[in-house]
């Protein structure tokens, strides 16, 4: 079925941010819209403020003025419910809650033509509830949109079991027309991006809670080290630690309070308080005029060690090779050691870690002086990795660990010793998610990996760090922090299929 002509009617109802920002969106590609409110006044004052925002791209020739006229003609207020009767595709954008929604498609049904698409945008309630009291639910689905719906270019079209296979091809190939990326998904909880992505809250929250490291210091970490965008702090307090909490609860309560969604008493104890973000002024970090903005805790200057050997050919044991032998440094080579070791800085023996603790690591290996260091994107560019020591390891081999990472440019952030650190740990989670989303047919193997990168820019898709890093590594690095924390981070089956033929999940 192909996309719907720009000639026909859309209606978006709901003209909040994200319903303004769909009204936008379809207005651009040409089809005139109706855009509701129960709210008097909203749809008008909505109306004018996309009109502003599309006069000033057209002033910064982001867009085409004669377009930016049309779009801007194309939009109307409707009065209401019966005023889109006209429309051929509808699209929801109101509160989070299923009675609410299911209401209203239901008393939307008997307004418009039997032909009208009917579309969500929740984005975590099953599409398979909302149309359970539809006579007609093969036309409904759901059409996801993320905020700000005009810039970000994901939408997860959504299946529901009685969604028929035109309504969601006409919902995708429309998406696609109006210049989306769209993808499909079945409708479970979360769909792909809010289910794969509790990781990346969750395993920095825990962090939190088990004190490795501060606020400000992890979202460095996750940036610097891990190419994200923004940290787990940064970002629940720009999305609203109350709206973030309750993603969580949502997606932990539909999935049977599995272990590896359960919420963050950290986060919650911030909702209780009052403190959801930048939009109170306060959450993780202080937003008021004049607050200190909080500094990264970085290891103070250490003289480079005075014996250097570096093992093996893994990516940083290479790029610390490159990054010392450029500096000047006098170092050794040397091949892989049997026990994995990254480097020997004098009496320091470095490795990278792979999910055991650096106290266990040293204990398992009789190697007091066990130095860890995390997972890096990208170890050549990388400008800072965290660093942890186990809790007999001498001061002099941490000193002499630190002074050979900064002899090779990097800023060493010292870290509690915890299982899997920080990037390995987030990564490691990430990808097991996205493994069993796949696995369980919600979504493409592709699509898991283009849903992340686009909605929540993301580095690299998830399966593709996955194969990166190896499944293997990934599963070593679960398996050892579920010995220590328990079934949170039992590798799923997809994952140790992986493993044990040694066959990568596809990444196409």
Not at 296 to 302: G, I, R
Not at 312 to 320: F, I
Not at 390 to 404: F, I, K
Request: net charge neutral.
């Amino acid at each position: 079925m192909a996309a719907l002509d720009p000639g026909i009617a859309i209606g978006v109802i709901g003209a909040g941010t994200m319903g303004a920002g769909i009204a936008q969106v379809a207005a651009m590609a040409g089809h005139p819209v109706a855009l509701y409110d129960t709210r008097e006044g909203v749809a008008d004052r909505s109306i004018a403020g996309i009109a502003v925002s599309l006069e000033k791209l057209a002033a910064r020739k982001k867009i085409d003025a004669n377009q930016a006229a049309r779009a801007i003609a194309a939009l109307r207020p409707a009065q209401n419910l019966e005023a889109l009767a006209d429309c051929g595709l509808l699209i929801e954008a109101i509160v989070e809650s299923l009675d609410i929604k299911a209401r209203l498609f239901s008393v939307l049904e008997n307004i418009v033509s039997p032909t009208c698409l009917l579309a969500t945008n929740t984005s975590s309630i099953p599409v398979t509830a909302i149309g359970a009291a539809l006579k007609h639910p093969g036309r409904l689905g759901g059409m996801h949109f993320f905020n700000p719906a005009p810039r970000l270019p994901l939408v997860e079209i959504v299946s529901g079991l009685d969604t028929s296979h035109d309504t969601a091809q006409c919902l995708f190939d429309t998406a696609a027309a109006w210049g989306k990326s769209p993808v499909l998904a079945r409708s479970t909880p979360g769909f792909i991006v809010n289910r794969v992505a509790r990781p990346f809250y969750g395993e920095g929250l825990r962090l939190l809670q088990e004190q490795a490291l501060d606020a400000a210091t992890l979202d460095h970490v996750l940036r610097a080290c891990g190419g994200f965008r923004m940290g787990p702090c940064e970002l629940t307090d720009l999305i609203g630690q109350d709206v973030n909490a309750a993603v969580s609860h949502s997606v932990w309560t539909a999935f049977y309070y599995a272990p590896r969604f359960e919420p963050s008493q950290v986060q919650q104890a911030l909702v209780d308080g009052g403190r959801l973000g930048r939009k109170s002024g306060r959450g993780f970090f202080d937003y008021s005029a004049g607050a200190a903005v909080l500094a990264p805790s970085l290891a103070k200057a250490q003289p480079c060690p005075t014996h250097i050997t570096l093992f093996g050919s893994s990516p940083l044991a290479r790029a610390l090779g490159q990054r010392l032998q450029a500096a000047g440094v006098v170092l050794q080579l040397s091949a892989e050691h049997s026990d994995g070791r990254i480097a020997q800085a004098d009496q320091a023996v470095v490795y990278l870690t792979d999910g055991r603790s650096a106290t266990q690591r040293a204990h398992d290996l009789n190697e007091p002086a066990t130095v860890l260091l995390d997972l890096l994107l990208d170890p050549d560019t990388a400008s800072c990795i965290p660093l942890a020591a186990g809790r007999r390891c001498p001061s002099a081999a941490v000193s002499a660990a630190t002074g050979l990472l900064q002899a090779a440019g990097l800023d060493v952030v010292p870290i509690r010793d915890v299982p899997g650190m920080v990037v390995m740990r987030t990564v490691a989670m990430l990808v097991n998610e996205a493994a069993d989303t796949v696995s369980q047919g919600v979504c493409t193997a592709a699509d898991v990996d283009r849903a992340m990168c686009l909605g929540v820019n993301y580095p690299l898709g998830p399966l593709e760090w996955g194969a990166r890093i190896g499944a293997a590594t990934v599963g070593m690095v679960l398996t050892h922090l579920q010995v220590a924390y328990g079934d949170r981070y039992l590798p799923c089956a997809a994952l140790q299929s992986s493993i044990y033929s040694g066959i990568p999940i596809h990444v196409a």
